[in-house]
């Protein structure tokens, strides 16, 4: 068995849930402004075959929205489900990405996120799992 203080465990989860949760938030807000980066580059040219004008014309504040969505999850009760939540979208990101071609270091970067995420989520599972016992 391995032995865990309570009060660092619970600090490194308050601090993950807050970071991980307004990161989505603040990179969601920023595809309505484009201030850190022209998000549009980052839109699968399939997304304008297969998709809408309508759609394809405003994928990045759809987007945006998704994550923001996301980061409120991770922020309210169901962290852990949020965590998950974003672990998945970054999986969706990451394919739009090989459909793009020539990113794998932001490939990369996102696998790298993505296995945060997953872990974030499965940290806020052992949390639970031991306050019930």
């Known amino acids: 068995m391995l032995a865990i203080n309570e009060n660092k465990f619970n600090t490194l989860c308050t601090v993950l849930k807050y970071v991980y949760g307004l990161v989505p938030i603040l990179?969601?807000?920023?595809?309505?402004?484009?201030?850190?980066?022209?998000?549009?580059?980052?839109?699968?040219?399939?997304?304008g075959i297969y998709a809408p004008a309508i759609i394809a014309s405003h994928v990045a504040h759809i987007v945006g929205v998704?994550?923001?969505?996301?980061?409120c999850i991770i922020l309210s009760q169901w962290t852990r489900?949020?965590?998950y939540l974003v672990a998945a979208w970054i999986g969706v990101v990451i394919v739009n990405l090989f459909t793009?071609?020539?990113?794998?270091?932001?490939?990369?970067?996102?696998?790298?996120?993505?296995?945060?995420?997953?872990?974030?989520?499965?940290?806020?599972?052992?949390?639970?799992?031991?306050?019930?016992?």
């Open 66 to 71: 998704v994550e923001i969505a996301a980061g």
């Open 27 to 47: 990179i969601g807000v920023d595809k309505f402004f484009f201030y850190i980066v022209d998000w549009n580059i980052y839109v699968s040219p399939l997304v």
């Open 100 to 133: 793009i071609g020539g990113m794998y270091d932001i490939i990369l970067r996102d696998v790298a996120i993505a296995v945060g995420y997953a872990t974030f989520g499965m940290l806020i599972e052992l949390k639970e799992t031991a306050q019930q016992q």
């Open 81 to 83: 489900f949020g965590a």
